[in-house]
């Protein structure tokens, strides 16, 4: 540096700080040698806090505005008469600006599971995360605990302490809310203050404050939401008799064998309820009718049984429904043993088809030996 340069700096020193990034929070204002000039102006921007640090200690914070720093640690003659020390004051003063704005969309969240009891479901095991909210309420206690004399102090510096403190607290409040499970997605701005406050008193220690907290999700693991699914498939399928009958209504539909047996039952039926619906006046050639002779009312016979279908379970897949016409062919084929896992509705879980007292009869019963060549 030039000595008109030297010069130059020593009647005019301006000290002010524009961020030009999102993540600094501490900036230490640059000098040559630290030196602040006697007169200096200081320049103080919205957002903005400044810590005045003399041989070093902190002297003063200074809000938002304009001042003139009439210390006299430096005046210009004291620097030009110290020729011995190379134009550099032995003195030396410092100035940190301090970003007060709020530094937003920082997240957080739970490395591993928190275990609570749920009056519900007992204990069990949640992840959260969210994000939230941080700014600097007081300049000279953060520069004091946190700061230090670090020339450039960024947000990702403390982030991570910041949120170890969030989920500690986060998991002391869910341990305590007494909240189930099913309620604390309806709860989770409350939740999110609970846990803003109880981590107030800590953060102000450091010279911060957390405006805003959020909590994004709370789940449960994988499993446990697997079987929450199936309890509400349950609840959405209501009177579970009659599902299975529609089920089976829908299942002896598509099924080929199944289906042309039930319209030949229901063929003959209709046929006997339209006989039965002429009464005794009976039809003779020539389109007349005879006289009904004297005979006493027959009872109508009995609707036909309803025909079993069956499924059949093999290597983790089930097959089916079947007829039983279907199952007699594939234990003459030997797709159907006795060992074979079959079930019908209205059967107790599944059974082997030896243990099936309809099934059983197609395995004793063998077939006629064949006709001899011709």
Do not use: C
Request: charged share 20%.
């Amino acid at each position: 540096m030039g000595i008109l340069d030297f010069l130059t700096g020593e009647f005019i020193d301006v000290i002010h700080w524009t961020d030009d990034t999102r993540d600094t929070m501490v900036w230490r204002f640059e000098r040559h040698g630290h030196e602040i000039k006697y007169g200096a102006k200081l320049t103080v921007r919205e957002g903005q806090a400044a810590v005045f640090v003399h041989e070093g200690q902190l002297a003063d914070v200074f809000t938002p505005g304009l001042y003139m720093l009439e210390t006299n640690n430096m005046p210009i003659l004291t620097t030009l008469q110290h020729w011995d020390h190379g134009f550099q004051s032995p003195f030396k003063s410092e100035v940190y600006f301090v970003n007060t704005t709020r530094f937003s969309d920082l997240k957080w969240g739970t490395k591993n599971p928190i275990i609570a009891r749920d009056p519900e479901f007992g204990p069990v095991r949640l992840r959260a995360f969210g994000t939230y909210t941080i700014k600097v309420s007081d300049p000279a206690r953060f520069m004091t605990e946190i700061v230090g004399t670090d020339g450039e102090f960024t947000m990702d510096e403390i982030s991570y302490q910041i949120r170890n403190i969030i989920v500690q607290e986060f998991s002391r409040t869910i341990a305590r809310s007494g909240i189930p499970v099913l309620d604390m997605a309806a709860n989770t701005r409350e939740l999110g203050q609970l846990v803003a406050k109880d981590i107030a008193p800590t953060l102000t220690a450091y010279g911060l404050e957390i405006p805003e907290l959020y909590i994004e999700n709370i789940s449960l693991p994988e499993a446990v939401e697997k079987v929450m699914d199936k309890r509400t498939s349950m609840g959405v399928v209501g009177n579970l008799a009659n599902y299975m009958q529609f089920q089976t209504a829908e299942a002896m539909g598509q099924a080929g064998a199944a289906g042309a047996a039930m319209q030949t039952g229901l063929g003959a039926g209709l046929g006997m309820q339209i006989g039965a619906q002429m009464g005794p006046w009976g039809a003779i050639p020539g389109g007349h009718q005879q006289a009904p002779a004297p005979q006493a009312a027959a009872a109508p016979p009995p609707p036909p049984p309803a025909e079993h279908v069956w499924h059949i379970a093999e290597n983790g897949a089930t097959k089916g429904p079947f007829s039983k016409a279907s199952m007699g062919r594939m234990a003459v084929d030997g797709g159907l043993t006795r060992e074979t896992l079959v079930w019908t509705p209205g059967q107790d879980g599944w059974l082997k088809a030896g243990e099936v007292t309809e099934l059983a009869q197609l395995f004793t019963i063998m077939p006629p030996p064949p006709p001899p060549a011709a």
